[in-house]
């Protein structure tokens, strides 16, 4: 053995000394990749290895100081809880040896996370480590996001960070990359900010973030000497499986050699002569003491023989990596805003599955994102109107606390992503629904308990004899956005009678009808005017019989369904030649009878008709390995072209006063009884209202599907968009997509992510399409927009089953969609905001307190309060009370007291540059003046994206480019001597800390 590893290692050697030149400077950068949720929950990788990652890293870093390692955060806030840890881990990080790279409150998905999401487990990691270590994060490892989204390095670049770390990008991009040395480049993520918020990143090579774990000399696990996470239980030997030889003089010789030359590949995929050498992967550092005891002498042999074998290691940060890259002064390409999505592995292996697995928790985490941005929005207005109500403020913060933790934690790229198994699945519906709860105990509190302590004392009245409290209630509807909204919002009831009045008790226009989900409720629609940040009441008075005089009934339209004749696939000869009008003040839709699926939109302003039609298809899966490739949670791989899903279809009309609604049923067999799909079309009437009529809302039903299956709705239209189609990034700008053709599986790779947006468009027209969850996107032919909605898939592949990894997801989902089909300057108008308003719609709380009168339970609406209302061009991102103390002093051991008085406000611009000759434009806005509806604005202070850096002291790297436009320093861009005046530019995010004055009610 001993003379085979010394003729291994002379062989080597002499490779090296005739390639060697000049010295090789190595980073070898310790890591641990630890997943919050996959194929266990979090409560099983803390208790089999991540406790002891935790622990024993801290260890073995204080005993040599040249030890390094980067740290995420992840799971760490949970083993930090012993002060004398916490001070340790400051002076490891004081020291520079231990280093948090990203920072957020987990590594996210960059495909399928929204933009609200990004930014409240940024802030939240971001806040807990600076107030506990006293550190900013300035660098971004997204070890292993499936994919590189294009507007991630322009939200680190807000943060402050200086470098920024990808991994997962096409197999055949990569390959093309490395050979011509373009893994390093300035990014400027956004097309309309460009250099302004450019940020220098890293490709990891092919062998992406782990060591190589193959060594010619031994099967083992390569340069894990600590072997493989052993699950339920770690071993309490501390003997775990596949433990590599230890390094001895006998082995050593070998490893060096090996380490060399995987060394001396990566230098030749790289500009300087500095070599990024990730050493862990997945679970690693379990037992660090194995760790460290065996690459201490390995690195020592190296640089004792580096003269020898042209190449120098040494343990480094992130930091230390980029600041050398940096010192090397070189001239870097430029990255426009492209990204990189789809992610393939190989030619049959695309990434696009994901973007549509488990749709029930895409939906769940988007609801819960909504809830908190309403729960943050409600308590800042609460905290500083009434500071000493009876909300307490320890408990609101704990509240949202919790829900901002858990809308953090699904984020994670085994979370949203739908790729973790059914039990990490069910953990993240089960911690979301807890939050949730909570966070409707905030709302309901902040709703209904009075203002005013003394109201708490007041004597109540009783009741009045013979009245039925029963059957009435009472709902509060509370609009989360800084704009004045007209809507319409729905309220599911028992009764099949009932009219609505305001707080003045004046009739409201209302429409009840049969729900089409249920023979037993009723769908209740109510016309709501509301203002910015501000809440309404309604009053619902319900009866078990009609009213006898229209006079005495209010103004609610008791609407009733039309129902048409099942038409089977077989019968349709005859298309197009019974159509059947549908209008609002803004569309005229064509229904055929023929066929009971839509025909045609005319955009009646423009006064163009626009052939369309929509219905489900479905992709067959292959569930067998020898068969061919097989579709996954992650991956989707089209076993031949998409197959209708239907042979039959049924249709129901409501038309109505406020909302026609119109109900198409697919049956997958002509026999069935029950219907597989179904799409339900509101179509807001408008007429004489100040609702918006562009968007026409569709909820679907899927489901449970066949095994492998995978459902599309297939909207076709006679638009000549030639198949290219526009997707959104994370909601914060569009992407053009040019299909592409590819040798093979090209109908699985020229798929999207689409959080919010998807569209398609031709000289004239614009169809776009907006998402209340995340779902994959294609145009396959010209004039189509293809949305996969749902997955039920099972397969025989080791790898999968062992993991329990096959998406055998037999739920019915139920997402919706707008569409909305304009010319292009009218679509380019709204969109954006149609698809904020989707996210964001009214919080609509009904309240059964039978018992009280109306004006017991009313909190009266202060004489201060006033709506909150931002130009259409401008959105209220962030209105937060984030509770932390940032007076941190480094070094002292103090627990820190929330801070309730600091606000934390964003305001972004929803336009790109030139995208609207007058939206597009920089807006100024007096920041006192729009806030005055919360209070008396006292003090303003502009802040880096993630309210960690002052953004005067905020110093980002320069990096030189080609086109030697140097990055430009960001300043608050005051208007005159006004200290309330800001200007914000197309696609800005300015972040601010606020406070407010006083005041004595």
Known sequence: MRLLLTIIYLISCSVVLANATESIQTFVIPHSHMDVGWVYTVQESMHAYAANVYTSVTEELSKEKNRRFEMYLKLFKDCLILKKKKKKVRQ?????????????????????????????????????????????????????????????PVLFALAGFDGHLISRIDYDLKDSMQKTKKLQFVWRGSASLQERQQIFTHTMDQFSYCTPSYLPFSNRSGFYWNGVALFPDPPKDGVYPNMSLPITKETVHAYASTMVENIKQRADWFRTKHVLWPWGCDKQFYNSSVQFANMDPLMDYINKNSKDLGVTVRYATLAEYFRAVHDADLVWEVRGSEDFLPYSTESHQAWTGFYASRNILKGVARRASAQLHAAETLFTLYRINY?????????????????????????????????????????????????????????????????????????????????????????????????????????????????VFDESRRPVPAQIQRSALSNVTYDLFILADLEGLQQTKYLISFSEKPCPLKSKCGSTFEAKEVHFETRSIRDWKKVGSRLLPVLSECYKLMFDQDTNLLHSITHLQDKRRVRVTQDFWEYRANGDVKAGPISDNYIFSANGSAVRAYEAVRMEIV?????????????????????????????????????????LEQTYSLGPLPVNAEVVLRTSSSLKSDRTLYTDNNGY?????????????????????????????????????????????????????????HRRLWNNLPWNLGYNLTLNDSSVVRPTLHVMLASKSVAAKIYQREAIELQHRPVVMPVDLPHLRWQENEHKRSPHARAVVLPPNLHLLSLSIPGWNYSVRSGENVQPEPDYDRVLLRIMHLFEEGEDPELSKPLTINLKDVLRGIGDLSAMEERSLTGTWDIGSLQRWRWKTADNKAEKKRSSRRFGDDPFSVTISAKEIRTFFVSFNSRNL
């Open 92 to 152: 490891l990080v004081r020291e520079g040896r231990l280093e948090f790279v990203l920072g957020g409150q987990v590594m996210p998905d960059e495909a399928v996370t929204d933009l609200d999401d990004l930014l409240v487990q940024m802030t939240e990691g971001h806040g807990f480590l600076f107030e506990t270590f006293g550190v900013r994060p300035r660098f971004s490892w997204g070890v292993d996001p499936f994919g590189a989204s294009a507007a991630a």
């Open 387 to 499: 500071p000493d109500g009876p909300v307490t403020k320890d408990w609101a913060l704990a509240k949202l606390k919790a829900l901002r933790w858990a809308v953090s934690e699904v984020q994670h790229h085994d979370g949203i992503t739908g790729t973790e198994s059914p039990k990490v699945a069910d953990m993240y519906l089960q911690h979301l629904t807890q939050a949730m709860m909570g966070g409707e105990e905030l709302l309901a509190a902040i709703f209904l308990l009075p203002h005013n302590i003394d109201i708490l004392n007041a004597p109540r009245n009783h009741k009045k004899a013979g009245a039925r409290h029963d059957l009435e209630q009472y709902v509060i509807v509370y609009n989360p956005l800084a704009w004045n909204i007209s809507t319409v919002i729905n309220v599911t009831v028992t009764f099949p009678f009932a009219r």
């Open 655 to 695: 038309p109505g006063d406020i909302i026609t609604e119109i109900r198409q049923y697919f049956y997958r067999n002509e026999s069935d009884e029950d219907y597989a799909f179904s799409i339900i079309t509101r179509v807001p009437e408008c007429f004489g209202s100040k609702v918006r009529c562009h968007g």
């Open 733 to 789: 700008q569009m992407m053009k997509r040019t299909h592409r053709e590819f040798a093979n599986n090209t109908l699985a790779r020229n798929y999207f992510p689409m959080v919010r947006t998807a569209y398609i468009e031709d000289e004239l027209s614009r169809l776009v399409l907006v998402a209340d969850r995340a779902h994959g996107v294609s145009s396959q032919a010209s004039g189509q927009l293809e949305v996969m909605l």
